[in-house]
């Protein structure tokens, strides 16, 4: 198993700023994604943090807005840019240790922002 | 696209009650079928399925795969208020990405 640690847990923040979300992984894995859950809704997909290359957007999502580092294979960061209210969620960290995505998930406890 | 629907969205049930949640999927090149449950903030892994017919269990939760009719159900009998949560369903395909489901929402009264 992994254990991951996401921080700040929780944050608000005044539209027009950016934050950074990070994640540490307490070993070595192959996948590391990043995902969104809004208020009521399942979670999305935003972008897989490939280690030492650009991330691979999901559609609907877009570097400038969520630029997103790995500069290895237990850390990344999310951050979130030019915030604006519709981007109040929880931001999920999790990692693969397996090869691909289809093995099991591991998720961070979560960042809970709000955008006033 | 790939899709999961899940069933029902809520449920309401009293202690001691089984429960049988819903997922069906549509996938290109299905993997595996993932179950989570979600507390609070972070969802934590209860069952991955790759084969049809083979029953997962981990004490009262058990689940089984039906890639035929592409669908998978997650029961859990004896029910306590500590199985409140959200259940969630995601399916891994071609695409090598986890496509979630909207979830169920479990609430156990006492």
């Known amino acids: 198993s992994a254990v991951i640690s996401q921080k700040p847990s929780r944050d608000i923040c005044q539209r027009g700023t950016s934050l950074t979300i990070q994640c540490q992984v307490d070993?070595?894995?192959?996948?590391m994604f990043w995902y969104r859950q809004q208020p009521g809704q399942s979670l999305t997909l935003i972008a897989t943090?490939?280690?030492?290359?650009?991330?691979?957007?999901e559609s609907g999502f877009v570097i400038d807005k969520f630029p997103i580092s790995r500069p290895n294979l237990t850390f990344s960061t999310l951050t979130v840019s030019n915030m604006s209210p519709e981007d109040s969620s929880i931001y999920l960290c999790?990692?693969?240790?397996?090869?691909?995505?289809?093995?099991?998930?591991?998720f961070g406890e979560g960042s809970r922002l709000t955008v006033l | 696209e790939d899709k999961v629907v899940q069933s029902p969205l809520s449920l309401v049930v009293h202690e001691g009650d089984t429960v049988t949640l819903n997922c069906s999927y549509e996938?290109?090149?299905?993997?595996?079928l993932l179950w989570y449950k979600q507390e609070k903030k972070a969802p934590t892994f209860l069952f991955m399925l790759?084969?049809?017919?083979i029953e997962k269990k981990s004490g009262r939760l058990s689940s089984i795969l039906d890639k035929k009719e592409l669908f998978s159900i997650l029961n859990i009998t004896a029910t306590q208020t500590g199985d409140s949560a959200v259940y969630l369903c995601?399916?891994?395909?071609?695409?090598?990405?986890?496509?979630f489901g909207k979830g169920t929402k479990l609430t156990v009264n006492p």
């Open positions: 995601a399916v891994g395909g071609g695409s090598e990405k986890l496509v």
């Open positions: 943090a490939n280690q030492g290359s650009e991330a691979t957007y």
């Open positions: 999790s990692a693969s240790p397996g090869q691909g995505s289809t093995g099991e998930l591991f």
């Open positions: 996938v290109t090149n299905f993997r595996s």
């Open positions: 790759t084969s049809s017919g």
């Open positions: 070993s070595q894995v192959t996948m």
